[in-house]
């Protein structure tokens, strides 16, 4: 049974999914130091209890990029969402989309943003890496605004790929991952036959599609490894204003200097992350960087935040800390493995009671209300 977001979603998901999968969405880089930081970090900031502030009528309601949120939340790019439910992608986003708040595909999905589109009434937002081959990103770009994509989120903490050793030991990769992986399939049948069977193809839909030809998870890791680009600065992401004249938001800042230089890149948006402590482990957590950050371009741009938040608690302390919106990585996607759209469905309802219930006890009757002032200040910042 499900009770609480945080955890039960999370057990229920390792008792679903082969173990290559479980860890590789549960681990993160190196000794996983960023990874339980973000975690630690955010669930330690007292929040400041009030009372007898007659709180009877509360608004979650949130405007973002000319785009009416039922609560400051959105779901974060993550890729390979296919593979932990059948057709995950269409799953999550039709979950997002009757709960009233965005969906981003990431650019490593398995389902191509031709299938994810068309599956719900809203606008969908859709991440993109920087990547060598500009032929394929610009064949993104077009095809995201061909099917109405609103939000554009260009994620720049992966010029290589962090070393994630749990994925060695969990036979995602090293030696003799696939016959591991087949081994581990047979031995989770919910999942084996839900998404080893019914949920193909088991592809990287948007890439296929571009290349023409489909690209199973081992061309997964090679296409990514040789396709980052080191060598990328501010003046590689100018093209893309050609091509992109809607919202482009930047994710993976986490220092108040390249914040600033968001501002100056004319960015509509930063989302502060440390991509779930899955990159450089050892770097300051989301909820340390975000006041400085806040500091520096608070109401020069959008300021979004993700890495471990698992609560509707951690979302008010996110904009508390100075956060405009918040989005869920690793908590929506446990909900997903677990039950699927329902899943995701009710880790959002979760969350929003959550947050009223903190809301009501922190005395902010809408999200321009939470601040500071909403945390115990020698505590929590
Ligand atoms: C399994 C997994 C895959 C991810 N894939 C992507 C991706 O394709 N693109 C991206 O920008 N971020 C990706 N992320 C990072 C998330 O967008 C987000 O920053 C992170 O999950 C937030 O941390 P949290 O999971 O602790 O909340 C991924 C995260 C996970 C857990």
């Known amino acids: 049974m499900i009770i609480s977001a945080s955890t039960d979603y999370r057990a229920a998901a390792q008792r679903k999914l082969p173990p290559f999968l479980f860890h590789y969405i549960d681990g ?34 949130t405007k973002l990029f000319n785009e009416t949120l039922s609560m400051p939340v959105a779901l974060a790019p993550v890729g390979l969402t ?19 708040v965005p969906f981003t595909l990431s650019t490593v999905s398995v389902c191509p ?14 991440q993109l890496y920087v990547l060598k081959d500009r032929g394929f990103m610009k064949n993104a770009l077009e095809r995201a605004k061909a099917v109405g994509v609103t939000t554009l989120v260009f994620t720049v903490d992966m010029p290589v790929p962090g070393a994630r050793y749990r994925d060695a030991h969990s036979g995602m990769s090293g030696p003799n991952a696939s016959v591991r992986r087949m081994l581990q399939a047979v031995t989770h049948p919910a999942w084996a036959w839900d998404v080893g069977l019914f949920g193909r193809p088991h592809d990287l839909g948007n890439i296929s599609t ?15 490894g040789a396709n980052f680009d080191p060598s990328i600065s501010w003046k590689d992401l100018e093209w893309i204003r050609e091509f992109w ?50 500091d520096a371009v608070k109401g020069e741009l959008t300021i979004l935040a993700d890495s471990g938040i698992r609560t509707g608690l951690d979302v008010v302390r996110m904009i508390a800390l100075g956060a405009d919106s918040v989005l869920l990585g690793r908590a929506f996607v ?22 009223r219930v903190a809301m009501v006890l922190t005395g902010a009757k809408s999200i321009g209300e939470i601040s500071a002032d909403s945390l115990v200040r020698e505590l929590g910042r």
């Open 28 to 61: 993160g880089a190196y000794a996983e130091y960023t990874l339980r930081r973000n975690v630690e970090d955010l669930a330690g900031i007292a929040l400041r209890q009030r009372v007898l502030k007659n709180m009877s009528e509360l608004s979650l309601e």
């Open 82 to 100: 296919g593979m932990y439910a059948r057709r995950g992608e269409v799953q999550a986003a039709r979950a997002a989309a009757s709960k009233g």
């Open 113 to 126: 943003i031709e299938e994810v589109a068309p599956a719900i009434d809203r606008p969908m937002w859709f």
């Open 210 to 224: 571009y290349r023409g030809h489909p690209t199973g998870l081992e061309d997964y890791i090679g296409w990514l």
């Open 245 to 294: 004249d809607g919202p482009m938001v930047i994710k993976g800042i986490l220092d108040p200097e390249d914040a600033r230089d968001a501002v100056k890149f004319g960015a509509d948006g930063i989302i502060v992350s440390n991509h779930g402590g899955r990159q450089l482990d050892g770097v300051l957590s989301s909820a340390r960087a975000l006041p400085a950050i806040a």
């Open 334 to 355: 446990y909900a997903l493995a677990a039950d699927g759209e329902a899943g995701v469905r009710n880790l959002l309802e979760l969350i929003e009671k959550e947050m």
